[in-house]
């Protein structure tokens, strides 16, 4: 006999500008779910690429901002290294020496010392060294108190680095962070369905990829980035004319950098143009690629994350008035090489879920709903591919940079030429989404190639009104 021993609570989630609340109970929230405190990081590593890649890891997996890293191998002075500390104000330093350049970080620390020991708020320092050198290290730190940690190259360490970090973002608040119940619930998933899953959290100013496997392994990031209070931070981040290449009307870089400064001081604003709203998608898809970008540098597995089984959109990406908007943002911003069953929350559904799974079981089903089989293709030559479902047998040709939709009925099932693998999937909002268009994703650099190209797709699935009319 099994018997549940799910938690039954109320959730309150934090939002930008208010917060919804979901649970059995009304006269109080047992889980709160926010942000947290934000925290600022600085890096102080030793030469070894392997130490940097690390510690930059740890930061992408406690969503700390890393307001500045420095490594031994810089030639500034101890001056310069003070000054840029000092301007930094960290909320904690992440320190990593375990390669033998003791000597180096010391210098690094000495400069700490001399550039926020005399701060009234004191600094967490975690330093990750061997015995020895950690006790040169704590005597050049001065006042500023020493925690030792582990080294974080390897997977268990970083986890307890992460926790440490958030419970540092978490203060004396009783609060599960957003960013947790968003990994809880991506393990949660991949429980549930036996296969690998993405949940990706756009949100008004933050974003957060978690992807899980069935047996519980977990690879996170998340950026203090987004599309409301945190748009500018993506311009800043990325660029202007990588936001701007994927609106699909002519807008100069001011007339954008206008529109995206007023998203960020009127974060809970509803988009009620074309203009808007493809703005708020374009704010999207880059949030996701700066977040990827990052994890690469940070030496995480990106095949894994664009390639999960199953991709479920969490946040405001989950909201926009149309499915086909949802689905197209992730389908450009992932640039998946597979097919992938692309899913969406219910609004906060899946985060209520991942803020229970912390504490308990909890079931996940009801809180998603399917969007669309997303098949990646790359054809030398034209090829076919038979899609069946509640109404019959569809076949379609492929041509090289095709980018459609085929609408089904019930529960389908996708036959791919050269391949034995069948893709299924019950009722779908949308369909089948085939992607021909190649990898990478390559976007006309001229504005009169450009706008149609993305106009083109996004009618390919009826993602935006071409005419202006209602979103």
Not at 7 to 21: F, I, K
Request: glycine residues 8%; hydrophobic residues 50%; contains cysteine.
């Amino acid at each position: 006999m099994t018997v549940s021993t799910g938690l039954q609570a109320t959730v309150d989630v934090a939002h930008e500008a208010g917060s919804s609340r979901t649970g059995p109970r009304v006269d109080g929230a047992d889980l709160r779910v926010g942000a947290g405190v934000p925290l600022r990081l600085a890096l102080l590593v030793e030469r070894d690429q392997r130490n940097i890649a690390s510690a930059h890891a740890v930061a992408l997996g406690a969503n700390a901002d890393v307001v500045l890293a420095l490594a031994t191998t810089s030639q500034a002075s101890v001056i310069d290294r003070a000054t840029a500390l000092r301007d930094a104000r960290p909320d904690a330093v992440l320190a990593v020496a375990d390669r033998g350049d003791a000597r180096g970080l010391v210098e690094l620390i000495e400069a700490l010392r001399l550039g926020c020991g005399d701060r009234p708020r004191s600094i967490s320092l975690l330093v990750a060294a061997d015995e020895s050198a950690r006790a040169r290290l704590a005597a050049s730190a001065g006042p500023i108190d020493v925690e030792a940690i582990p080294a974080p190259t390897g997977a268990r360490a970083r986890e307890a680095i992460v926790a440490r970090l958030r419970a540092m973002r978490r203060g004396d608040a009783d609060v599960v962070l957003r960013d947790e119940a968003i990994e809880a619930a991506a393990r949660a998933i991949a429980a549930a369905t036996s296969l690998s899953a993405l949940v990706i959290d756009v949100d008004g100013a933050t974003t957060s990829l978690a992807f899980a496997l069935p047996d519980g392994g977990l690879t996170a990031v998340h950026s203090q980035i987004g599309i409301g209070s945190g748009a500018d931070r993506v311009v800043a981040r990325a660029g202007v004319e990588r936001v701007r290449r994927w609106i699909p009307r002519p807008i100069d870089a001011p007339a954008l950098l206008d529109r995206v400064f007023n998203r960020a001081r009127w974060p809970e604003a509803v988009p009620t143009g074309v203009l808007a709203l493809a703005l708020e998608m374009a704010l999207a898809r880059e949030s996701v690629a700066h977040v990827l970008r990052e994890a690469g540098r940070a030496g995480l597995d990106l095949a894994s994350l664009r390639n999960a089984h199953r991709v479920v959109a969490t946040g405001r990406l989950a909201r926009f008035p149309r499915v086909a908007q949802t689905a197209l943002v992730a389908v450009d911003a992932l640039a998946t090489e597979v097919t992938q069953l692309l899913s969406r929350e219910r609004h906060d559904a899946l985060i209520v879920a991942g803020a229970i799974a912390t504490r308990s079981t909890a079931p996940i089903a009801d809180a998603i709903e399917d969007i669309a089989l997303v098949t990646a293709v790359r054809p030398k030559r034209d090829t076919s591919l038979t899609v069946i479902d509640a109404n019959g047998t569809i076949a379609e040709r492929v041509a090289r940079g095709a980018f459609f939709l085929i609408p089904t009925s019930g529960a389908a099932r996708l036959e791919l030429p050269g391949s034995a693998g069948r893709h299924a999937a019950g009722p779908l909002a949308l369909g089948v989404i085939v992607d021909a268009r190649g990898r990478p994703l390559e976007l006309p650099q001229r504005d009169a190639e450009r706008i149609p190209t993305i106009a083109r797709w996004s009618a390919a699935i009826a993602a935006l009104p071409i005419d202006g009319g209602a979103l």
